[in-house]
């Protein structure tokens, strides 16, 4: 069968190259050869044909253009008496150094300010997102794991097992509420850590803590139920997400003891948001005649939501049982792996009553369709292998020793400040003496090039001033630095006051 000819007017596609997205119409008919050097010069200079890299074949990028051979190899001629690229016979032409491009000088910048971090108003939805991008010397802000510890060998070990023997149909689309297998090392792993017992099929796989209170906040608006109570003082982040979500966040006190039950009572909430086993961030335990009121109060038809936040890091108490255990058909179960491993893999678990199930996978699967299906299974044989186990270990005899620095340093840098949560967690509360404006604290902290948060923060009612303190991520000697920072601002500031 023969083909038509393609004349001027009849051809597939106009001359152009995919590399670089070349179009030839943009050369003037006299100075291709300049044109095509200045596009590649430009393009080694701005970092798309990186040093290394290796341009096209002469041949195929003179017939991609619709142009002689000639004008590309002068091209390349050009660059390469300029030294930006160099000639390898059958190796090809590689780019070995990069033009300078002229930048605009930035204007100059000085150090962050801490009354922008710290100000007088409450802090915004991104204050934890500024803080995070807002460098400092030494960073002891609460909630942040040891990432240098993360096991990047066992990781690996575990990511080329799960690849060696996953069928080709693993990497199409999974279940939403998450990869079989994960939920069923997951189930093991509560029932051994937390003494939950819960078949695989009840586990839903999340995206973090985060995802979990935005589901759970979905469906209970969908029964009628617009507020959800906190904890008072609470995590600032968590209280941020609900109230982004349009739910009403009355705040409930803590004591000794945990939360105030007949607080909660008074409230009149259908809700709560609970971190029973080391309460953030106080560190107090939910009392077992607490955990009865509570018991009562989730029967008469309330329902807890368990932020089960760090519950594996203990060290000088025995182990507290998860509220879900006692009462499956009240309780939303959330934990994840942010404490254990990192918090960028975004891995995180959901237990709901059995009426909430079935909306809860629906929301899961309209959000997102589903976490990830490699990353859960590489966790999953992390958690089979006994190397989360194994890791868990490491991180407590770390978090142990870091945490001891600390309080040490305390005693020596901040007498007669009172610490709290002491015994599990990776962070410690400092109450101060009454007046002490904790807020301006932390800003003259900030400014000696040390964060830490002040406890006001996290209370919706005004409440002891506080330094909420960090110290799973920070090695011993910056620990003792930052302390001594944060006892000299506050020598500083005290001296001021009585001045």
Known sequence: MRRAKEGPDNRSKEPGADFLQLDIGDAPVRGRT?????????????????????????????ADLGVSRGVVTDAYQRLAEAGHVTGNGRGGTTVVSAPALPRPEPPPAGPPSSSALFG?????????????????????SPGLPDLAAFPRAAWLRAERTVLNTLEPSAFGYSDPSGAPAVRRSIARWLALNRGIRVDADEVMIVAGVSQALSLIAHVLRQDGITGIAVEDPCSLGIRQHLDYWGMDTPPVRVDGDGVCVEELRATGAKAVVLTPAHQFPTGVVLHGERRR?????????????????????????????????????????????????????????????????????LAKRNSDLGNAVLPQLVLAELLDSGELERQLRLLRRRHVQRRDVMIKAIADQ?????????????????TLAPGVDDVALAAAAFARGVKAHPLSWYGQRPGRPGIVLGYAASPPGDIVEGIAALGAALRGRTGRNQG
């Open 414 to 430: 901040l007498p007669g400040t009172v610490v709290h949560g002491a015994a599990a967690g990776l962070h410690l509360t400092l």
């Open 120 to 140: 007088p108003a409450p802090p915004g939805a991104d204050i934890f997102d500024r803080l995070r991008t807002t460098p400092a010397r030494i960073d002891l």
């Open 293 to 361: 009121q509570l018991s009562r109060w989730a029967e008469d038809g309330g329902l807890i939501i368990e932020d089960d936040y760090d519950a594996e890091h203990r060290y000088d108490r025995p182990p507290v049982s998860a509220l879900r255990a006692a009462l499956p058909e009240h309780v939303f179960y959330t934990g994840s792996i942010s404490k254990l491993l990192a918090p960028a893999l975004r891995l995180g678990w959901l237990l709901a009553p059995t009426r909430y199930r079935g909306d809860l996978a």
């Open 34 to 62: 300049q044109w095509l050097a200045e596009r590649l010069r430009l393009a080694i200079a701005d970092g798309r044909l990186p040093v290394g890299s290796t341009l096209p074949a002469s041949r195929r990028l003179a």
